[in-house]
Structure formats: C-alpha cells, structure tokens
C-alpha cells in the first residue's frame, strides 16, 4: 500500500515532539475525520527555520507527511519554506495512494498555519501566505449520525 | 520466522487442513456436474446432498430449506430483494438496524430507492436492539424485520429469540444476517423464529466464495439467479461443489467441538479485556462485555488512530483491523461505532481482534505487551494527547 519511504518515515518519523517558546505553531485538521497535525517551528533573526517538530494524530500517511515537511523546511528560510507545497511532499515520498493525498495537503497547510502564527507573532507579511482555516474540532457537540 | 498471530477472525479464517483435504478431489476426480446422469456426476450429487443436510442438521432445518449461494453478502441481497418484491402487496415497510453489515444496508438503501421505507432502529451502547423499540416501529404494512445475529465489529449478540416471536405473532417475515454467529454460537431456526438466515464459508474455517440463505419451507421467494433448475430453481449456476463440500466439513467440524472450543475462546478473550483495559489507560471495551460473540474483543484507544496502530502491529506480526476512516476508504469512521454513541475520534481510535482456536495465552500476553509499547509511542506523537495532558495539569 504504501512506498519504502513512506513506511520509513512512518516507522522512524524525523522531527517528533514540541519547541518550547517556538516562534510559531500551527494545527490542522480535524478530529472529526481522523487527521490532525501540529508544527512547531523556531524561526531566528533572518528568517531562517532553525528547528522544526511536529505531533500528528492521524494514519501511516499523516505520520509521513508530517516527518517528510519538516524536513524539507529545516534550514530553509520562510520565503523557501513557502515553496514545500504537497506534491514536493508526495513527490519526496515516492508518491501516495490516492486516497491519502489529502495527508499531503494537510502538511503544506499545517506548515502555512505555523508561519502564519510567528507572521502574526511578529507583525509581518509573508507573501503569498493565507489565513489557515481553523478547523480544529473539540469533538464536544457530537450529533447522531443521519442514515 | 516470526510467527503470525492472526486475530482477524471475523474477517476470514484459515481454511482448515481437513476441509482443504475434503474439497480436493472434488476438483480432480469428481468433478462431474451433479446436474449430468452418469455416473461420475452421480459423486458429485452425493456431495452436495451430503453438504446440504450436515448444514440443514446444524440449524435444525430440513435440507430443501437450504440454498447455496455464492457467499454471506449474495444470501443478503436476496433475502431482502426477494422477500421485499415477493411482499409488496402487503405492503412497503422493512425494519432493520443502523448495526448492519453494509450487505445490508446498502440492500435497504437500493430498495428505499425503488419505493420501499426503511426503519433503521437505534441501538444501546452496548449496541443491542431494544424490542419495544422494534414493536414501536412495526407498521401495518411491515413486511420484512432484518436483524443481524452477531455484530461483525463489536460482536455484541442481538435478542433474536425475542424478536423471531414478535415477527411471528405479527406475521412480518424475519430475516438474520448470521454470518458471524453460524458455527460459533448454537442456532435453531424454529426455536428462534427465524424465516430466512443468510451465513458463509469462510467464517468458520470453510472457503470462501461459498453460503447459504436458509428459507422457510412454504415462503415465496423469487429465484435470485435464472438460467438453470438448480437449488430448487431458486439460484442457477452449476453447484460449487469443492465449496460446497468444504462448507460442509467446516460446519461438521465448526458444531463438533463448538462447546469447548468457544469456551477456550471465551476465557482467553476475557483475559485479553481485563488485561488491556487494566494496563492501558484512556481505553474502552465496545460492545457488552459478556453478551459478545465469544472470540471478539473491540477496544478504543483514546489519542490514537487506528491505521497507524494496525501498521504497527502489522511489524510484529500481528494481524487485526480497525474502524478509523483510513481503513474504510471514507471519511467517516465505523458505522456501527458511531451508532453506540462514540464521538468520532474515539471511533477512529478502535481495534478489534477476533480469536480463533490456534491463539494461545502467550499469544496474547505479547499481543498487551506490543499494544502497551505502540500506543505509548502513537500518543507520544498525538497534538490530542498533548491537549489532554496540558489540561489534565
């Protein structure tokens, strides 16, 4: 089901666990459908991505996905960073099935939520970078399901 | 090697070695169709007779209320497509559960486009039909009730005996979907009511492709398949009869020793509850906790997903399922899950594991070993577990 590289970075994911004081954190996704990432990032004086960890809750492909993003921004600086969109993700992986391509996508979005958050930090502009949708579901109004 | 601990049960078993050695010549020597008059076909007859009654004997049912088909989901759609054109004078109105196989479900969907209604009842959280719910729900024009026997995910066992008596005194037909039960709990057709019960091969060490629709004598029921007098001329198709045949020795096999087997089963998946549910925190047992089939157990890890767990217990060789989305192809986890109440993440976060009679305690003592490492590690990485704990501080 799934490439070499991705059971690689499933298995031996780079870049778990938190920063503390992280100039910027993002969290996508919802609980609701399975998947939701987390990214820190620790940004120094010139812009550039000194660190970068994640947290993900979600499948083999969501672990992945996570892995791989942050290491394709690591050491990158945020105009650079803006650039890992999904399918460089997919594409670092060896590809995905088609059903978990939204992992992908899921990644460039947490990756976008966490330069947001240290643009917002910060009081700049990155260009080209949007407001994340903020979709975060607490799971506390659960309705019943409608057949 | 590392051995495999396959605890995937309810999805298929092993074709047992004696049924693998029962079928064999009926693909080489006898292979004659039964439907021939020579003598070579005369063998192959003889088999599907035989079949026919060890499986009618098991239900105590008489053996022309037996009609192969080619499995547990064909036996489904016909008994409701069948029962609900045969009916629909009477009246438009089908009862069944929100617990179904999707053999099912998806039945009723079909058919609620082509003018029938459907009452789909709620479950407790337990997942057992209420039966006052069920007579609530009955209609003048009720035609047909389909309740499953077992659930196929949490395994909880419906009150089928209660139900049969009420479909009989209103005289709506009652149809079982007993996949997962024939051959791991004691059915008897009259005793429970029952008009119509679908089962399969390969659930209780038979091979696949093979089941049955067990019919009531005297109900009308259109054929299923046309094109030959088969099966009473209920389902053409020259007979499978290596299937069959094999069906037939798994059943013989499955009822000889079902005492003691599903009492060896029962005991070790009560150790497997107790001892995951003591040992692993923010965990639940689904489904009740003794009225279950008894080789399943069905666990929700809070903080996890089931993908990721399944993957990783996949490397240790361990085999189960789950009922998070990424398993199901959708976006929504386990339909049944959701029915016993639990909020989406929860659901996303279950594992069952069904037993067969080759699992042994020290199986299952690194089954908990292995499940305590890699949800330790799964929620390591979790944002929720990382939430939860910064509230819980």
């Known amino acids: 089901m799934y490439s070499e590289k991705v059971m690689d970075h499933f298995q031996n994911p780079r870049n778990v666990g938190e920063i503390e004081n992280a100039s910027g954190v993002g969290t996508v996704g919802n609980a609701k459908c399975g998947d939701i990432m987390r990214i820190y990032l620790d940004i120094d004086e010139n812009q550039v991505i000194q660190d970068c ?3 993900t809750f979600g499948c083999g492909a969501a672990v992945a996905t996570s892995s791989m993003a942050t290491e394709l921004v690591k050491g990158k600086t945020i105009r650079e960073a803006m650039e890992v969109t999904n399918k460089a993700v997919m594409e670092a992986l060896d590809g995905l099935p088609p059903v978990k391509v939204h992992c992908s996508l899921l990644a460039e979005e947490a990756i976008h939520a966490a330069l947001w958050d240290y643009a917002e930090k910060n009081g700049i502009k990155i260009e080209g970078l949007e407001k994340p949708k903020s979709d975060i579901h607490e799971g506390e109004e659960e309705e019943e399901e409608v057949y | 090697m590392k051995r495999l601990i396959y605890m995937d049960n309810a999805a298929t078993t092993k074709t047992a070695p004696e049924v693998v050695e029962a079928m064999l010549p009926y693909f080489s020597e006898h292979f004659g169709n039964p439907s021939s008059v ?13 079949a026919r009654e060890t499986i009618a004997k098991a239900l105590g049912a008489a053996t022309e209320e037996i009609y192969f088909t080619a499995g547990g989901s064909e036996a489904d759609n016909w008994a409701l497509k069948a029962a609900a054109e045969s009916y629909r004078n009477k009246g438009k109105h089908i009862i069944t559960t929100k617990i179904e196989h999707h053999a099912i479900l998806h039945t009723c969907e079909w058919l609620e486009k082509n003018g029938f209604e459907v009452t789909y009842l709620n479950v407790d959280e337990n997942g057992v039909v209420k039966p006052d719910e069920l007579q609530r729900a009955i209609r003048p024009d009720t035609v047909l009730i389909s309740v499953m026997f077992a659930n196929n995910e949490i395994g909880t066992l419906q009150p089928i005996r209660e139900i049969g008596e009420l479909a009989r005194e209103k005289g709506i037909l009652f149809h079982t979907d007993a996949v997962q039960a024939f051959g791991h709990i004691p059915i008897d057709v009259d005793e429970y009511h029952i008009d119509m019960l679908s089962a399969s091969g390969h659930k209780l060490n038979g091979p696949k492709g093979i ?44 009822f000889a020793n079902m005492d003691s087997r599903t009492e060896q089963e029962r005991d070790l998946r009560d150790y497997l509850i107790e001892r995951v549910l003591k040992e692993i925190p923010y965990t639940r047992l689904n489904g009740h906790r003794t009225n279950r089939l008894p080789n399943n157990a069905n666990f929700s890890f809070q903080f996890i997903e089931g993908e990721s767990l399944l993957i990783m217990l996949d490397m240790e060789g361990i085999c189960g399922s789950s009922g998070s989305a990424c398993t199901s192809g959708s976006l929504d986890p386990s339909h049944v899950l959701l029915a016993i109440g639990l909020p989406h993440e929860i659901a996303h976060g279950s594992l069952r594991l069904t037993l067969n009679e080759e699992i042994t305690k020290e199986d299952l003592d690194f089954v908990v070993e292995q499940l305590k490492r890699i949800i330790e590690r799964l929620r390591s990485m979790s944002p929720l577990y990382e939430d939860f704990m910064r509230k819980a501080k």
Do not use: C, M
């Not at chain 2, 020579?38 to 035989?50: D, F, I, Q, R």
């Not at chain 2, 398949?225 to 198709?237: S, Y």
């Open chain 2, 38 to 50: 020579y003598g070579l076909a005369a063998e192959s007859k003889k088999a599907v007779t035989e």
């Open chain 2, 211 to 254: 089941g049955f629709l067990y019919i009531r004598k005297g109900l009308k029921l259109r054929s299923f398949i046309h094109g030959g007098a088969q099966e009473r001329k209920r389902r053409a198709g020259t007979e499978n009869v290596p299937g069959i045949v094999g069906f037939g020795k798994a059943v013989e096999r499955a």
């Open chain 1, 53 to 55: 960890k994640f947290k």
